[in-house]
C-alpha cells in the first residue's frame, strides 16, 4: 500500500513528506539541523530537554518537534531570534551543574553538548550557586560513570530497557539531586556499553579506553563485527598500528546497527595487538619435538613437500583441508580453490557448528535483513537464543514487539529472556526441535510431533491461529539445533506459510561471524563433516591442512585424532588444540590488519577494512594459501590484491555475481546476495525428518528457570581469553571493594 504523502512547509520551501512523519526527522532529513539531546529515532519519547523547538504557523507557543508528526499544510520555521533565544536558555540550565573540564573528559572533542556550546559561542553562564558533587565511580568493569556530566536525557535507560530489555541502569533521587545509576551501585547486565554509545555527554564512558588518548588522535576505519554473524558495522579507531578502540557511532558508520554493538563487539578487540599472538612461522621436524620459528619461505616450502609426498604415497584424497567460519570470503574462496583445483581432494569442510546447505539447497523464500525484522508483524522462533548468540538481531526482535506491535512465537527447551515478549511459547523438551519443524510443514503429524516434544496439539493450532490472523511479515528463524534434513523443511515453509497479506522471509541463526560466507564460497560442500574428518585421521586422512581451528566440541572424546596424522599444518591468530599437533604453525592476520569481505546472517556482503599493518610476520589467510599453492605450481593471478579475489568471486559465485568493492563501500545501502529461492521437493527429507523424530525419547524432562545474562556472551573463547575484563564476567562480574578504582586493578584474575 503506498504511503500517502501530505505538503509541509519548512523554511520556506515546500515538500511532499509522509503522513505522520515525525517532524524533527523530517527536518533533519531535509537538511535543516534541529539540536536535541533527549530524542532519538529508535527511542520512545521522553520530551525533557526542549531543544528541538520549532514555530508552527497557528500555534500559540514553540513546539517540541520531536513530539509533533506532519500534517497536510503545515508551515515550520526551524531557525530564528526566539527559536535561538529558547534554546540557549535551555543550554545555560543544562550547563548550571555541568563541570568545565573538556579539557581533560574522555568524550572531548565528541560531546553533543560541547559541539552546540562551541557553535553558538558567546553562552554566559549566569548561575553562581554551588554545583552538586558526585564522585567518578566504575558501575562494572566495562563502564564508568561521572554523574556530574549527566543532563538527564535518559538515552542510556531508554536504551537499557528498549534495546536490551535489562533496566539495569536507571535515574534515582529527586529534583536537582536526580543522578544516573543503578539499583545496587554495580552494573549487573549484558555489559553491551550501548549506554555509553548513546550518551551525548561525558557520563558513562569506555572503561577500557578511558584516558588512553584523544579521539582526535584515533584513525577511524570502517569495517565489520567478527564475532557474530549479525555483521554489525563499527569504527576501529587506532594509533601507532594499536587497536585503541571500536565504537559504532554514527559520526562515523551508519550501518545495519545504528550505534548498537554488544559486548564483544564493542570490548574484545584488545586480542589484536595481544603478546600471545603468534609471531612467526614455526616447524616441527619431528614428532614429539619443538616448534622451531622459521621464515616464510621455509615453512611455505617444507608444507608444499610434505603434502607432495603424503598426495604421492596415499592419494589426494588423503589429504583434509578445513576453512573456519571466522575467514573472510576472499580467504574460504581462495581456500576452496585451493582445495578442488590445486589438491584435488572431495574432503574439505568448515570448522562450524552446523551446515547451510541443505537449508540454501531448499530456499523458498527470500532472506530477512535486521530492518525486516524490526518491522515484521510475526517472528517465529525455532530454537536459538539470538540474545546472547545474535545480540543484534535479539535486539531488533525485542524492539518488533515493543515498538512495532509483533507476535512472537518461540519453540525451544529453554526458557530464554526473549520469552516475556512472546505471544507463545512452545516450550518443549530438549532436543525435539526437529519435531517443530515437522508439525509446521506436516498438519498430520501434530500429535506425533506434540507427543515427542512434551507439549499439547492445542498449543500448535494456537500457533497456527497467530500466523493466520496476523497481516505483514513473517519471519522465520531457527538455530543450529536443526538436523540437516528438517533445515530442508523449514527451507519450504514459505508454501506453508504463504498469504496475501503476508510476505514469508527467512532468517538462519549461524554462530559465526562469515558462516553464510563458508557456504556461499562453497567449503560447506565437501564429503566430510569436522567430526568425520576427525574420526577419519591417521586412516583415510593422512594430512590436514587446517586455516583456524577446531571448535571444542569437535575434539571433544577425539584428543588424539590430531596426533594420529602424518602431517598437519594450521594458520592462526593464538596457540589453540589445534595447534598443539601441527607440525607447521603460520601465524594468520587478524580482522583489523586485512581487507576483505564477510556475509551476515542477512545475506548481506560487508567490507572488512584495514586498520592498523599485520601485527608481527602474519599475513592474511588468502595470502597464505595463494603462496602455498605458487609454490606447488599454481599461480592464482591474484597478485596480492584482495579486490582482485573478491572479482573473481563475483565472476564465478552466482549469489555475487557483478559484486566489485566500490559497490560496497555504502554501509548505509547494504547489498544483498543473490541466493535462488525455488520451490522444492522436501519428501524425502520430510519423512527422514518423522523418523528421526518417532525415534525421539519421551521421557527427557523440560528444563525450568531463565539462563543468567551473560551466559553464553561472557563465555571465554580463543579471542576473549585475552581481555582481563572478560574474565572479571565469566567469573560472575564481582563487585571490587570500592567503585573509585578499576575493578582490574582490584581482582586477580585466575587462569
Not at 543550554?91 to 573538556?102: K, R, Y
Not at 616447524?283 to 619443538?290: E, L, Q, S, T
Not at 506434540?450 to 528463524?477: C, F, H, N, W, Y
Not at 548505509?668 to 524425502?684: E, F, L, M, S, W
Request: aromatic share 8%; hydrophobic share 40%; glycine share 8%.
Amino acid at each position: 500500500m503506498a504511503t500517502e504523502l501530505v505538503k509541509v512547509t519548512i523554511n520556506g520551501k515546500l515538500f511532499e513528506v509522509p503522513k505522520g512523519a515525525r517532524l524533527i526527522d523530517v527536518c533533519r532529513e531535509k537538511g535543516f539541523d534541529i539540536p536535541s539531546f533527549c530524542y532519538y529515532a529508535d527511542l520512545a519519547l521522553q520530551a525533557s530537554c526542549r531543544m528541538c523547538l520549532v514555530r508552527i504557523e497557528k500555534m500559540p507557543k514553540l513546539q517540541t518537534s520531536c513530539t509533533i508528526t506532519c500534517t497536510d499544510g503545515m508551515v515550520v520555521t526551524t531557525q530564528s531570534e526566539e527559536i535561538e533565544k529558547a534554546q540557549r536558555g535551555m543550554t545555560e540550565f543544562l550547563l548550571a551543574n555541568h563541570p568545565l573540564d573538556c579539557p581533560v573528559c574522555d568524550r572531548g572533542g565528541e560531546c553533543e553538548l560541547q559541539e552546540m556550546t562551541f557553535d553558538w559561542g558567546g553562552l554566559e553562564e549566569r548561575f553562581t550557586e554551588q554545583k552538586n558533587y558526585y564522585a567518578e565511580k566504575y558501575l562494572s568493569p566495562m563502564v564508568a560513570n561521572d554523574s556530574q556530566r549527566c543532563i538527564l536525557c535518559k538515552r542510556c535507560t531508554r536504551v537499557c530497557d528498549e534495546w536490551m530489555g535489562e533496566e539495569a541502569i536507571e535515574a534515582g533521587g529527586r529534583g536537582a539531586h536526580t543522578v544516573i545509576g543503578t539499583y545496587m551501585g554495580w552494573l549487573d547486565c549484558s555489559q553491551c556499553g550501548n549506554c555509553i554509545e548513546v550518551c551525548p555527554t561525558g557520563t558513562l564512558l569506555d572503561a577500557t579506553y578511558r584516558h588512553q588518548t584523544r579521539p582526535w588522535e584515533l584513525a577511524q576505519t570502517i569495517s565489520t563485527c567478527n564475532f557474530c554473524s549479525d555483521g554489525c558495522q563499527m569504527s576501529l579507531g587506532s594509533r601507532g598500528g594499536e587497536l585503541m578502540r571500536v565504537v559504532a557511532r554514527d559520526r562515523y558508520v551508519n550501518g545495519i546497527n545504528g550505534e548498537f554493538l554488544c559486548v564483544k563487539g564493542r570490548f574484545g578487540h584488545p586480542f589484536v595487538n595481544h603478546e600471545a599472538r603468534i609471531r612467526t612461522p614455526m616447524i616441527r621436524y619431528k614428532k614429539g619435538g619443538k616448534l622451531i620459528p622459521a621464515t616464510w619461505d621455509e615453512a611455505i616450502r617444507h608444507v608444499a613437500e610434505r603434502l607432495d609426498n603424503v598426495a604421492d604415497q596415499h592419494g589426494r584424497n588423503s589429504i583434509g583441508v578445513v576453512g573456519s567460519p571466522r575467514l573472510t570470503n576472499e580467504a574460504l574462496y581462495v581456500l576452496h580453490k585451493f582445495t578442488t583445483e590445486l589438491v584435488g581432494t572431495d574432503n574439505y569442510t568448515t570448522t562450524d557448528a552446523f551446515t547451510l546447505k541443505p537449508f540454501f539447497d531448499n530456499l523458498g523464500a527470500p532472506l530477512a535483513t535486521h530492518r525486516d525484522i524490526r518491522y515484521a508483524k510475526t517472528i517465529l522462533l525455532i530454537g536459538g537464543e539470538p540474545e546472547e548468540l545474535q545480540p543484534l538481531t535479539g535486539k531488533q526482535i525485542r524492539q518488533a514487539v515493543r515498538n512495532g506491535g509483533a507476535k512472537l512465537i518461540i519453540a525451544n527447551p529453554v526458557r530464554i529472556r526473549l520469552v516475556e515478549q512472546a505471544a507463545a511459547f512452545l516450550h518443549i523438551r530438549p532436543a525435539t526441535e526437529d519435531a517443530i519443524a515437522l508439525a509446521f510443514a506436516n498438519p498430520s503429524s501434530d500429535a506425533l510431533a506434540a507427543k515427542k516434544a512434551g507439549i499439547e496439539t492445542s498449543e500448535i493450532d494456537a500457533v497456527r491461529q497467530i500466523i493466520a490472523d496476523t497481516e505483514g511479515d513473517l519471519i522465520v528463524m531457527f538455530g543450529g539445533e536443526l538436523s540437516r534434513e528438517a533445515q530442508a523443511v523449514v527451507g519450504q515453509l514459505a508454501s506453508v506459510f504463504a498469504a496475501d497479506t503476508r510476505r514469508v522471509l527467512f532468517h538462519p541463526l549461524p554462530l559465526f561471524n562469515n558462516s553464510f560466507g563458508a557456504h556461499d564460497m562453497g567449503m560447506m560442500s565437501g564429503a566430510m563433516t569436522p567430526s568425520e574428518m576427525l574420526d577419519a585421521s591417521g586412516e583415510a586422512i593422512r594430512a590436514m591442512y587446517v586455516a583456524g581451528s577446531f571448535l571444542p566440541q569437535h575434539l571433544e572424546d577425539r584428543e588424539d585424532a590430531l596426533a594420529k596424522l602424518d602431517f598437519l599444518v594450521v594458520q592462526e591468530i593464538f596457540e589453540s588444540e589445534t595447534t598443539a599437533h601441527a607440525d607447521v604453525v603460520l601465524p594468520a592476520s587478524s580482522y583489523a590488519e586485512q581487507d576483505g569481505t564477510f556475509t551476515n546472517n542477512d545475506g548481506l556482503v560487508q567490507r572488512v577494512r584495514q586498520s592498523i599493518p599485520p601485527v608481527h610476520q602474519s599475513k592474511p589467510d588468502w595470502v597464505i594459501v595463494a603462496q602455498l599453492a605458487k609454490e606447488l605450481g599454481m599461480d592464482f593471478g591474484f597478485e596480492l590484491s584482495p579486490s582482485a579475489v573478491f572479482r573473481d568471486i563475483g565472476e564465478n559465485v552466482p549469489a555475487y555475481s557483478g559484486m566489485r568493492y566500490p559497490l560496497l563501500k555504502d554501509e548505509t545501502n547494504p547489498i544483498q546476495a543473490k541466493y535462488i529461492v525455488r520451490q522444492t521437493d522436501v519428501g524425502d527429507a520430510l519423512a527422514a525428518v518423522r523418523n528421526s523424530v518417532e525415534a525421539l525419547d519421551e521421557t527427557g524432562e523440560k528444563i525450568y528457570g531463565t539462563p543468567k545474562v551473560g551466559h553464553e556472551l561472557f563465555r571465554i573463547g580463543n579471542l576473549t581469553d585475552k581481555v582481563p575484563q572478560f574474565h572479571l564476567l565469566a567469573s560472575g562480574n564481582p563487585r571490587p571493594e570500592t567503585t573509585a578504582i578499576s575493578p582490574l586493578y582490584q581482582i586477580t584474575v585466575g587462569r
